[in-house]
């Protein structure tokens, strides 16, 4: 039986997870280990945590200051065992299907591929379904499709071994200057998109919960929403650049696997006059640059914004 661990990041996620944690631990098939993180909780969550800890042999919890989910979620990952087969993340208000993890495993095997990423079966906060499937077409998961866009969550990532050890490697690691920008399922898909290394199941064994309260993950932002999203990137640089930030990164970490894509390079050096106009003029960067105009992108790089 392969042994799985679940990393899992929680913070103010009373209201869901004991369903989250019990669907976790009801895997089939799979020696599952739950890693818990809590980043610094004031509700009851603490609590919950520490009830399931007593009872659990199978989960551990940490407790740690608040410093965002992206760097909650790294953190487990170079604290985990370097020992198990698999290694999954959870967000912390889901439900998983009890076969989750081993249809994971099966099709990692069967592809060769060491990243796993599946559809999403969208419900209400009750658990009332609202879309079976996220993706009614296979998404893109080039390394210029989530420079731009990311297109699948953290929450249905399931990894082998030896994609753990190429993440958790001191020289692989990136800066809190990029989990300021982008969380960790953007810089783990981009270590596996630049690997050539990522499985897509268009099947789904997640229900993923949509409420008022998600930290991450699918929201309906408000013209509002945007709007201070935006006036929040003019007040602070270094929030403005996110993706070029996450070029560089992978560039840095990963020199070998990025040397020979051009885009990645430029995205990377994108202060150069000469790059933000051959950003510009790439169809396919600005193909996957969302709700935008051409003018507006424009606009954006030239300004800083990319």
Not at 25 to 41: A, E, T
Not at 53 to 63: D, G, S
Not at 154 to 161: E, L, P, Y
Not at 196 to 222: A, C, M, Q, W
Request: with cysteine; glycine share 4%; charged share 30%.
């Amino acid at each position: 039986m392969d042994s799985v661990v679940v990393l899992m990041s929680t913070y103010n996620g009373e209201r869901f997870l004991e369903e989250q944690i019990e669907s976790i631990l009801k895997q089939k098939d799979v020696d599952v280990v739950l890693y818990v993180r809590d980043d610094g909780s004031s509700d009851r969550t603490k609590q919950i945590l520490d009830e399931y800890q007593r009872k659990n042999a199978q989960m551990l919890v940490f407790y740690g200051k608040n410093e965002g989910v992206g760097n909650s979620f790294l953190d487990l990952v170079y604290m985990a065992p370097e020992t198990s087969d698999y290694y999954a993340f959870a967000d912390q208000d889901d439900i998983w299907r009890d076969t989750k993890l081993i249809e994971a495993i099966k099709l990692l095997k069967q592809s060769g591929k060491n990243l796993y990423v599946s559809n999403q079966e969208c419900v209400d906060k009750k658990g009332k379904q609202l879309k079976k499937a996220r993706f009614t077409e296979t998404p893109d998961l080039s390394e210029i499709s989530i420079l731009c866009k990311n297109p699948v969550a953290g929450c249905t990532m399931v990894f082998s071994n030896a994609f753990y050890k190429a993440l958790s490697a001191k020289q692989s690691r990136p800066t809190a200057r990029l989990l300021k920008n982008r969380i960790h399922d953007v810089w783990v898909d981009m270590v596996g998109a630049v690997r050539e290394d990522i499985i897509y199941d268009p099947r789904s064994f997640i229900l993923y919960r949509l409420h008022e309260n998600n930290v991450v993950g699918i929201k309906k932002n408000t013209a509002y929403d945007i709007l201070k999203a935006q006036w929040k990137k003019l007040r602070n640089p270094q929030e403005r650049n996110g993706r070029s930030i996450l070029a560089q990164e992978i560039v840095r970490c990963f020199p070998g696997e990025t040397s020979k894509n051009r885009l990645i390079q430029i995205a990377a050096d994108s202060r150069k006059m000469k790059n933000k106009i051959l950003l510009i003029q790439n169809n396919e960067v600005f193909r996957h640059y969302t709700g935008e105009t051409k003018l507006g992108f424009a606009l954006k790089v030239l300004l800083g914004f990319f």
